[in-house]
């Protein structure tokens, strides 16, 4: 399963039940945290995900509604006796942060645990089944989006029809890779009579806190899935673009212009009780539209 | 009023639906917050506390279930436009803990804001009607309890007996400080005559995080109320000791050998689910305690 569940989805302080930025992205059996606002590991009690399953946690920026609820998660953890290895990938100065409060507690985690700072678009996470990416949007400090791609599985090779076709065994990979095969009579054999297309890679994208920019577009073109932030109403829009913050309409319309299938909205401001104008103000524009609500699981 | 209403009773990780430490002293038209763990201020929403009364927060140590939503709660405060003035008192290495994480987030606070480094046994706040003191625990790492007393209020002048033995009016004062009157003919007016008592202060104390420690006792003399940890049950003993913490009978042993009138006890390990053990064991020794239970205002 590759889905994405959403822990908190308020801006700035808690109100009306909502709680600060937090969402898992559950792939290849992991789970993978993104963002940590205070909270969360309460959030992760409420909604059953299993805590040991977390070996990423991923930190967009040091507004404090993204990160306070960090020191407390990692500190649980120790004392719940996490044994599994934890990489943290983060603005640089979170590793400070963190370490004074280890330290004014005497506490040493239990677990081996890496810091990984991020500066700039980079990859943070590759495997071969799987590549978790950073971007840099644009908000008021130095802040990152996230995307998780599955990568494309290799075609499935139907075994039989290649013997039959007497394909030798050592030219099979490069088969599941999509190569056509012409044999010593010099006749093609086209890659599609002897494997099967699999599903390509699926890609989900979280945006972060960033006003509306154009340059995200590369970064999250065609992809599945995006959450994308949307703090304010469209009536707010002058109060959005000073804020670094955007609107519905302005995450709709990047939605659109970047090509994704589905577009997650949140981080709503505490200005506003009730959400139902933010799904319509956004379907207006990007029809496939969700509002990221609390303890929600979205398949990517 | 002068009243505790409990916030979160719950020792090191959240459990069982019981948040981290956190108690709303009320006294003399304000509120103190002792201890803020994660989601304090989440916890002060949901029980309806006036955050714009808190003027004062003290941290007893710097274990993270008792500070982890410290800055998250200046955070708001800010956020929310508090304008008043905000003393937090507290171990010495918090200040550079906050300091670190508002630097991070390009964040200042829009209030006045004050630390005030404890360091020993200390009165922290002194006014005509309240006296608030820390006092050494005996915890893993530097530890620090607080109490809270009113002070007694001069007694209350009968002006018209006053006036009719001609007492002269410069002198009341010391009449309502408690002192008899000899007039011009030396004739002895006992101060009970003319003036009538009021009620004696009361006092309430936080014992924090501890070990059984009877070094305690003169801090917590007498007083009206006491909260006093119980992380474990009795047949825990050997561990309470080897983690600097208590167990219900050590606390209502305490409060006994102490002669307070009232104990509180929490900071429950999340071992435990169910707590009448807890309030059986310790009125075994203390009749008058209660749980701490959260969301409980206990008045003084």
Redesign the interface.
């Known amino acids: 399963m590759f889905a994405v569940t959403i822990l908190g989805n308020n801006s700035?302080?808690?109100?009306f039940n909502r709680?600060p930025t937090s969402q898992v992205v559950t792939m290849d059996g992991t789970n993978f945290l993104v963002d940590c606002g205070?909270?969360t590991?309460?959030q992760l009690?409420n909604y059953k995900i299993r805590r040991n399953k977390i070996s990423h946690i991923f930190i967009s920026h040091?507004?404090?509604d993204h990160y306070?609820?960090l020191?407390?998660l990692l500190?649980?953890f120790s004392?719940?006796s996490h044994q599994q290895e934890l990489h943290l990938y983060g603005?640089a100065?979170?590793e400070?942060?963190i370490q004074?409060?280890l330290?004014?507690?005497?506490?040493e985690l239990c677990y081996p645990f890496h810091f990984h700072p991020i500066t700039k678009a980079a990859t943070l996470v590759e495997t071969e089944k799987i590549r978790i990416q950073c971007f840099p949007t644009n908000h008021?400090?130095e802040c990152y989006g996230f995307s998780f791609e599955e990568k494309k599985e290799p075609r499935k090779l139907i075994i039989e029809k290649a013997k039959a076709l007497g394909i030798p065994a050592n030219y099979y990979s490069r088969l599941t890779n999509g190569e056509d095969y012409t044999n010593k009579e010099g006749h093609l054999i086209k890659n599609e009579e002897v494997t099967i297309a699999t599903m390509p890679g699926k890609k989900y994208a979280f945006c972060a806190d960033t006003k509306y920019d154009e340059n995200l577009i590369p970064y999250i073109l065609n992809a599945d899935m995006i959450y994308h932030e949307t703090t304010y109403l469209d009536n707010f829009l002058e109060k959005a673009e000073s804020r670094f913050h955007s609107t519905t309409k302005q995450a709709a319309k990047l939605a659109k212009k970047a090509n994704v299938k589905k577009l997650l909205i949140g981080h709503f401001s505490s200005r506003y009780d009730k959400l139902d104008e933010f799904e319509k103000e956004a379907r207006s524009i990007f029809p496939n539209t969700s509002l990221a609500l609390e303890g929600v699981c979205f398949e990517v």
């Open positions: 700035a302080v808690p109100a709680h205070e909270g590991q309460i009690i040091l507004h404090g306070f609820g020191v407390g500190n649980s004392l719940l603005p100065p979170l400070k942060i004074l409060q330290e004014a507690a005497a506490t008021r400090i």
